[in-house]
Nanobody, 131 residues
Framework: EVQLVESGGGLVQAGGSLRLSCTAS????????IGWFRQAPGKEREGVSCISSAGGTTYYRDSVKGRFTVSTDSAKNTVYLQMNNLQPEDTAVYYC????????????????????????WGQGTQVTVSS
């Protein structure tokens, strides 16, 4: 059984930093992509950043480029999202999710096309950025 366990998140002032972690277990294949999604109240889910399980391919949505960095630690089966210069508009529940897609497809497939989204999800963690 695939499990994604998240940690990190919290409350930070604008301009601050947080790091999210997602530890994966149960995958029997290594050709999956894993990424971070977020959903703010009243807004559609959006892909923030995704990475191939081997770490060779990454994707960032435009609004986080230059501020967020996704990385993997294969030895720990953990994916990190380092978030710097956080802004109030980054406030949302952040979810780790994975599926056997290319990272770009994982992150950019619209919920209107695929409402369920990736096959595997973490429990979510709240990120709140105060102004």
């Amino acid at each position: 059984e695939v499990q994604l366990v998240e940690s990190g998140g919290g409350l930070v002032q604008a301009g601050g930093s947080l790091r999210l972690s997602c530890t994966a277990s149960g995958f029997t294949r290594d050709d999956y992509a894993i990424g971070w999604f977020r959903q703010a109240p009243g807004k559609e889910r959006e892909g923030v950043s995704c990475i191939s399980s081997a770490g060779g391919t990454t994707y960032y949505r435009d609004s986080v480029k230059g501020r967020f960095t996704v990385s993997t630690d294969s030895a720990k089966n953990t994916v990190y999202l380092q978030m710097n210069n956080l802004q109030p508009e980054d406030t949302a529940v952040y979810y780790c999710a994975a599926d056997f897609y290319h990272p770009i497809k994982l992150c950019t497939t619209s919920p209107s096309i695929n409402p369920v989204g990736p096959e595997y999800w973490g429990q979510g963690t709240q990120v709140t950025v105060s102004s």
